[in-house]
């Protein structure tokens, strides 16, 4: 089972960030674009993980979520990874609930570790991919797209939960399930 740990978007978000998605894609660059219902933040991504393994993962997870807090996350600007000279993954930015965002996945992953899991070796940067590039075909425009969308608002959403999900790969795009949520109840 392909796994990971995300938090899921409201469905007003993911209308918003696919409208977005789909002014970006009139630009003709080549970009694999993430299916609306699959947009969301991953806090971990796990890989290939034997079914057994889940009554654990789960147990170290909601130990977790029961020492955080539930907080308002705002998503503003798009943008690209690494620069838009030489973009392979298109994000709409966490600009509200950043910090707290990121402790949720610093979290995440010390329990992770504490099963064998190896840690994030780069700081993580709080954002929803929308997209990752395929191709240089387009790169110029996909950049003025997201230097005019720099400001573009995907709205606000309280994260009072976060989820392990699984990712089936399939021919048409990965089908992604929830196989379990994990309140966030501290305070």
Not at 51 to 57: A, C, D, G, N, S
Not at 70 to 99: E, Y
Not at 100 to 107: I, T, V, W
Not at 156 to 173: K, Y
Request: with cysteine.
């Amino acid at each position: 089972m392909r796994l990971f740990f995300a938090v899921k978007l409201s469905e007003e978000i993911q209308a918003r960030l696919h409208e977005e998605q789909g002014t970006l894609k009139a630009l003709g660059a080549d970009v694999k674009w993430v299916e609306r219902e699959n947009i969301h933040v991953t806090l971990k991504f796990l890989g290939e993980v034997p079914e057994t393994r889940v009554p654990e993962l789960s147990a170290a997870a909601e130990g977790t979520a029961e020492s955080a807090q539930p907080f308002a996350m705002g998503i503003s600007g798009l943008g690209c990874f690494p620069s838009v000279r030489s973009p392979r993954v298109v994000w709409a930015g966490i600009t509200q609930g950043a910090d707290q965002m990121a402790a949720l996945a610093e979290s995440v992953d010390k329990a992770m570790e504490r099963l064998g899991f190896e840690r994030e070796n780069r700081p993580f940067k709080a954002h929803v991919t929308l997209g990752r590039v395929r191709s240089p075909q387009g790169k110029a425009q996909l950049a003025e797209g997201l230097a005019r969308a720099s400001q573009a608002q995907g709205g606000e959403m309280l994260v009072d939960h976060f989820c392990l999900m699984q990712s089936e790969l399939r021919p048409g795009g990965p089908i992604y399930t929830v196989l379990k949520d994990f309140p966030l109840s501290a305070g």
